[in-house]
């Protein structure tokens, strides 16, 4: 089975606005968390990640939040450009920097940015 | 660009056929790693190589095999195809067998490559 899902498989904003893209995970001995994005014809380019003892992080225009009492991952990016249109895929990695690096990835979400 | 490439970028062939995908991962990286994405499985790890030698399997048919040369490149060998085996077939790589959060040693993807049994 997949232990790594989406609430949303699409979603559609308008340009300018922010984003919120939701996962959840259901085996707690997962302790590392990437996001991908996933434009039609190529492959997942990593954008963020983060681990176990954290709650959020930030980059450029993107933050991810963590939340192990739910088991819940989102991804928020700021100011959504169309260029941010894409589908976005959560994995996550269980025992980083101690067990092998395969990731599990869940279904995605198709983010449509309106101009 | 992520640095790893991946031949063919389309593959079109006939059931109960062969084929065979490379890939050459980014430089400096040891570990390669193979995925399949499917329209009804999403993207499924199928197998781990490290420093030539296998680390990690996971979703791989048996139908499927996959080695890692000394030059670091590695080859996916599909057989006997199946309808249900097209797909797009990723190939990935990272600096160490495992993944250090922050360090820069997390797994690259490549473009893919598109194989359509018919």
């Known amino acids: 089975g997949e232990s790594v899902g989406l609430h949303l498989p699409t979603l559609s904003v308008q340009e300018g606005d922010n984003s919120i893209i939701n996962c959840a995970y259901s085996?707690?001995?997962?302790?590392?968390f990437i996001w991908y994005k996933q434009e039609s014809g190529k492959g997942p380019q990593f954008i963020i990640d983060i681990r176990s003892n954290m709650d959020k992080r930030q980059g450029q225009r993107v933050t991810v939040l963590l939340n192990k009492t739910v088991k819940h991952l989102s991804l928020q990016i700021a100011a959504t450009q169309p260029g941010d249109s894409a589908v976005y895929f959560c994995a996550e990695n269980m025992g980083y920097g101690g067990s092998q690096g395969n990731l599990i990835f869940g279904k995605g979400t198709k983010l449509s940015v309106k101009p | 660009d992520s640095g790893v490439t991946q031949t063919p970028k389309h593959l079109i062939t006939a059931t109960g056929q062969r084929v065979t995908l490379r890939c050459s991962p980014r430089?400096?990286?040891?570990?390669v790693y193979w995925y399949q994405q499917s329209l009804d499985q999403g993207l499924q790890f199928l197998i781990q190589?490290?420093?030539?030698?296998?680390?990690a399997k996971g979703n791989i048919l048996e139908r499927f095999s996959a080695q890692q040369f000394p030059d670091l490149h590695s080859e996916l060998n599909l057989s006997s195809l199946e309808l249900g085996d097209s797909a797009l077939y990723f190939c990935?790589?990272?600096?160490?067998?495992?993944?250090?959060?922050?360090?820069?040693?997390?797994?690259?993807f490549g473009e893919g490559s598109w194989l359509t049994v018919v």
């Open positions: 990935a790589s990272s600096k160490s067998d495992r993944i250090f959060p922050f360090s820069g040693n997390t797994i690259y």
């Open positions: 430089s400096g990286d040891l570990s």
């Open positions: 190589y490290y420093n030539g030698e296998e680390r």
């Open positions: 085996n707690s001995a997962s302790d590392y």
